[in-house]
């Protein structure tokens, strides 16, 4: 098998999109359509569906898929195996956190790490903390910077970097739906909050059992991916927000809001560093995850 085609096709898997895909590869167009059909053809299977607007991978194409990761994979590492007169690691290793996460430990956790291997290269994605672990698990990314559940899974091992407590937060300005005596909350209290609440994830599974224990649905203003514009919402004057405190201390909205003595607390947020068990093996991935210290 042509490694080339395996690269074209797990490109492509990932952007799902023939032009931006091709750039990334380095080649035209046409050629990346040639290398996708000459896959197909040795298969004998459609690996994509694609009309003139969208890409999109059949259910064949999504078990070969996850063959190229692991090929691919199995092949950098052989190939590292064999370079017995390499002096240095050299590879690239892909890192996906939250935006905030990105300037409160990216810097600590990488400055050493690149010292000491300056032949591996560093790819960071942000987005959303909720779909870290998932992305991990697919293989989209190699670590991740990841609320750690309350059941991790088994195919998942972790380093805790921090805890941060969950925060309700609220507008600085006077609102008459505003919790009277948040320190003592009821259920009268909380029904009329508009709610501005992350969509999944952690803190929005405490936050849940939070009002499940008041006996409430929390009415509900927003959904909201990511932390960062829960903050934002808040301060606009939307409703009160649940955050973890590491957010907030790094927003530059911090003082257009006010966090709520709210009683009982939610538990505490922890934050570390995941990797699948597998890929400690990598001997990159090994290298960073040695110089991470649990706390």
């Excluded at 003139?52 to 070969?64: D, E, W």
């Excluded at 609102?175 to 952690?202: C, F, H, K, N, Y």
Aim: aromatic share 8%; proline share 6%; with cysteine.
């Amino acid at each position: 098998m042509d490694f080339r085609l395996l690269k074209h096709f797990n490109t492509l898997s990932e952007v799902l999109h023939f032009g931006r895909a091709s750039e990334l590869c380095h080649i035209s167009p046409s050629t990346l359509s040639r290398s996708i059909q000459q896959l197909e053809n040795e298969l004998a299977t459609t690996l994509f569906e694609r009309d003139s607007r969208h890409v999109t991978l059949t259910a064949q194409g999504v078990i070969f898929q996850r063959y190229t990761r692991e090929t691919l994979e199995q092949w950098g590492t052989l190939k590292r195996t064999l370079a017995t007169t390499a002096t240095q690691l050299t590879g690239e290793i892909s890192i996906y956190c939250s935006v905030t996460a990105s300037y409160s430990f990216l810097y600590e956790l990488l400055s050493d790490f690149r010292t000491q291997h300056p032949g591996i290269e560093l790819k960071l994605h942000t987005g959303d903390p909720a779909e870290s672990m998932a992305r991990v698990l697919a293989g989209s990314d190699d670590m991740a910077i990841t609320p750690r559940p309350r059941v991790p899974p088994a195919a998942l091992t972790f380093k805790s970097l921090t805890r941060s407590p969950l925060l309700f937060i609220a507008p600085t300005d006077t609102v008459d739906w505003l919790p009277a005596s948040p320190q003592s909350s009821t259920a009268q209290q909380w029904q009329r909050v508009p709610m501005i609440l992350s969509e999944a994830g952690l803190s929005r599974e405490y936050a849940d059992t939070w009002f499940k224990a008041l006996g409430i649905t929390p009415r509900i203003y927003a959904q909201v991916a990511g932390h960062e514009a829960i903050v934002s919402m808040v301060g606009l004057g939307f409703g009160v927000g649940v955050v973890p405190k590491i957010v907030l201390d790094n927003s530059p909205l911090a003082r257009r809001v006010q966090v709520l003595n709210v009683k009982p607390e939610l538990p505490h947020y922890d934050v570390g560093l995941c990797v699948l068990n597998r890929r400690l093996k990598n001997p990159m991935i090994e290298a960073l995850w040695a110089t991470v210290s649990e706390r």
